[in-house]
């Protein structure tokens, strides 16, 4: 997260005191890339321009159910293996709220339905966060600095969340379908746009600009980047790392609770296992952004999206091992990820 | 004698060495003691999983590595019998055949993995692994013609091996002596071999560098010992034990597919047996794997009797459901890593050491 503060243009005369380092566009122009190579292998404009916006819809999404993790590891160096978890919370609650909701989010009024949709998250992030702040009392507290008793307890406690959720919801896949007006699909020229994916995307641009806000011109961001590259320092300077460290677990699984709602409505159904499904991808994801970085893990998601869509389209077979190969591939050029974080 | 098959390495506790002694006539008396078929297959079950936690064991309890791709090799173990047995028919040629290329295959993999992969952290490769497999996976489900899919693939072991072979007409001492007998037995003897050989490993003075690596890799490169290397091995080490797991699974079912062998619920089992019954210690697998697949089959009827104690009371009823089993284990999981990181095996030798130094 460090090299997104090189976005944003300082005042000139700070500029001429602290030398910026220049950022680094060629990740970045990846995403462009690998959306103009897959024009000629498609093909037809319209089918491509379908599978770009779905593409960067699921990338919206997948950056959205990642970037809290990314962050946590950032700051705190905990990999929470249990994130699936609150993944899969966060979509349950929200079928709590569709299934509460019937008659709104079956009304024929966009309106209605929007609320619908934006109660679900709200509920979901608040469940999820609430959880987030217990899980790292209870579970994560005790483990700071082990690697490997983190992994463990954290896989442990997916294994406990995913069995809750079981008692809770039922071991059985339940149904979460779009209201009425986000069904469908817009056609735009030849191509076929789902109007659902739209708003995943404006979702999802949503929360990548408030994260960059946060981080970059806010006080309480610039204290978490301080944080994550020196926690000492911080601390002698009289602020409790303590506090923001589980301020910055909740906000993390309140993004992951979010992600879920959207992932959720996505796959128009969710499973208790969902969270052990999701967590393949988004560490994919998080491994081609280099560990800790939100812009990172936001182009690696893209990456990632655009590149199912694709080999989905082209080789239906191969689409499982897409983002396999894309995270060889790039570990391969870089292989501390695209945007790796500088003191690590 | 004893003391060498074991590789000087002894229980060191009175209850542990009673407890191990009890498994292992209990497992190698299982058709006499239980002759009913879930009890001989619980037994199976039990011979398979000690040999491939003891290899995971290997991995994460001697080398401090955590690695989400040992089902992975367990599958390959698995699909190298079933794939070799269904093309070549069945013979123990293709029993032969199928180990020796399935060995050969994880044997290139787990290098090429531990060479890509090991020189980073634990966390990334833990990531870079579970990705890894979960690739596999759906190699596996998707190359139908070749793994059948998912429904998985149906054979046939040599003819020796088939319960429909009976060797005698009478049942000896209430077990019936057929080809399901021999099986078992073909079983129990290659898993206390196995074990055998992997004890013989850990307290070799490659063993002993192994846990100096998992304490301070720092330190271990500081003396001398090229750290990726004997990571590298030990990862080898564990696939080919895991890989052998997995043939005997095979041959014992005489069925594989995609979630028998390589699911993600498996490698959270082998996760839970080698935490609970205790990190870096083969015996830790053994009690851990007897524990683990009992409740696995057992516990449940137990839970069956609190949740019609409890019943109608609402939550509490679905906490204690049979179904809900996983979840007293994954809390046993996470406390045994708080408050015995050590386990079932290294809390009794723990009082020992105890009880000597008053």
Redesign the interface.
């Known amino acids: 997260m460090n090299t997104t503060t090189t976005t944003t243009a300082a005042p000139p005369a700070q500029a001429d005191a602290i030398p910026k380092a220049a950022f680094d566009w060629i990740p970045l122009a990846l995403v462009p890339l690998l959306a103009l190579l897959a024009l000629p292998a498609i093909g037809s404009p319209s089918s491509w321009l379908t599978l770009t916006v779905a593409g960067l819809a699921m990338g919206m999404i997948v950056f959205i159910i990642a970037s809290g993790l990314t962050l946590v590891f950032g700051l705190m160096d905990v990999?929470n293996?249990g994130h699936g978890v609150f993944i899969a919370f966060g979509a349950f609650v929200a079928t709590s709220i569709f299934g509460a909701m019937t008659g709104w989010s079956d009304a024929d009024s966009l309106l209605k339905n929007l609320a619908v949709v934006f109660l679900a998250m709200l509920a979901a992030m608040s469940v999820t966060a609430a959880i987030g702040w217990g899980f790292e009392r209870v579970?994560v507290r005790?483990v700071y600095g082990q690697?490997?008793?983190?992994?463990?307890?954290t896989?442990?406690?997916m294994?406990?969340g995913e069995?809750?959720i079981?008692?809770?919801w039922g071991?059985q896949q339940v149904p979460l379908p779009l209201p009425t007006t986000l069904r469908g699909s817009f056609i735009f020229g030849d191509a076929v746009v789902e109007k659902y994916r739209l708003v995943a995307v404006v979702i999802g641009a949503g929360v990548l600009l408030a994260m960059l806000f946060t981080l970059n011109r806010t006080k309480l961001g610039l204290l978490i980047r301080a944080g994550v590259q020196d926690r000492e320092m911080v601390e002698s300077l009289g602020y409790r790392i303590r506090r923001l460290f589980v301020g910055v677990f909740v906000a993390g699984s309140a993004l992951a609770g979010l992600g879920g709602v959207l992932w959720g409505l996505y796959q128009q159904s969710v499973i208790p296992q969902i969270g052990?499904q999701v967590?393949?991808l988004i560490?994919?994801v998080i491994?081609i952004g280099g560990?800790g970085s939100t812009f990172g893990c936001f182009v690696g998601a893209l990456l990632v999206g655009l590149l199912a869509n694709y080999v989905g389209f082209l080789a239906p077979?191969a689409a499982?091992?897409s983002?396999?190969g894309l995270?060889v591939a790039i570990l391969l050029w870089r292989p501390q990820g695209l945007y790796p974080v500088a003191n690590r | 004698m004893l003391s060498r098959l074991l590789s000087h390495d002894l229980p060191r506790n009175r209850w542990l060495a009673a407890i191990l002694i009890v498994i292992v006539l209990g497992l190698a008396l299982t058709p006499f003691l239980f002759p009913s078929t879930k009890a001989l297959n619980v037994g199976a079950k039990i011979l398979v999983f000690i040999v491939l936690v003891a290899s995971f064991d290997l991995l994460l309890g001697y080398t401090g590595i955590v690695s989400f791709a040992h089902t992975m090799f367990f599958g390959i173990g698995a699909y190298g019998v079933a794939i070799a047995s269904t093309r070549l028919g069945p013979g123990w040629g293709a029993l032969a055949l199928g180990v020796g290329v399935a060995l050969v295959v994880a044997l290139v993999l787990s290098l090429v993995i531990g060479l890509f992969s090991l020189r980073v952290k634990a966390i990334f490769f833990a990531m870079i692994t579970l990705a890894v497999a979960s690739a596999f996976l759906s190699l596996a489900s998707q190359l139908s013609e070749f793994t059948g899919g998912e429904d998985g693939l149906n054979f046939k072991v040599p003819e020796a091996l088939q319960p429909g072979t009976q060797y005698f007409e009478e049942p000896f001492f209430g077990a019936s002596i057929d080809g399901r007998f021999l099986s078992y037995y073909l079983l129990f003897v290659a898993a206390v071999a196995l074990v055998l050989v992997m004890l013989r490993i850990v307290n070799s003075p490659f063993g002993r560098v192994l846990q100096a690596i998992r304490e301070n890799d720092f330190r271990a490169e500081a003396i001398g010992y090229r750290v990726v290397v004997y990571r590298t091995l030990s990862n080898v080490l564990s696939a080919l034990f895991a890989t052998l797991a997995g043939c005997l699974l095979a041959i014992w079912l005489r069925y594989n597919g995609p979630d028998t062998s390589l699911s993600f619920e498996i490698m959270l089992d082998i996760l839970l047996i080698v935490v609970i019954g205790g990190m870096g210690t083969v015996y830790g697998a053994v009690v851990g794997s007897v524990l683990f697949v009992i409740a696995q089959n057992y516990l449940q009827d137990l839970l069956k009797l609190g949740a019609s104690a409890v019943e109608g009371v609402p939550v509490a009823s679905q906490l204690v459901s049979p179904d809900r089993w996983l979840l007293w284990l994954g809390l046993l999981f996470v406390l045994s890593v708080y408050h015995f990181p050590t386990g079932v095996v290294g809390r009794l030798r723990a009082l020992r050491s105890k009880g000597r130094r008053p």
């Open positions: 990999l293996f579970m005790p690697h490997l008793k983190q992994i463990l307890v896989m442990g406690g294994i406990i069995e809750l079981k008692v809770v071991p052990a967590n393949t560490f994919i491994i560990l077979k499982m091992f983002n396999i995270m």
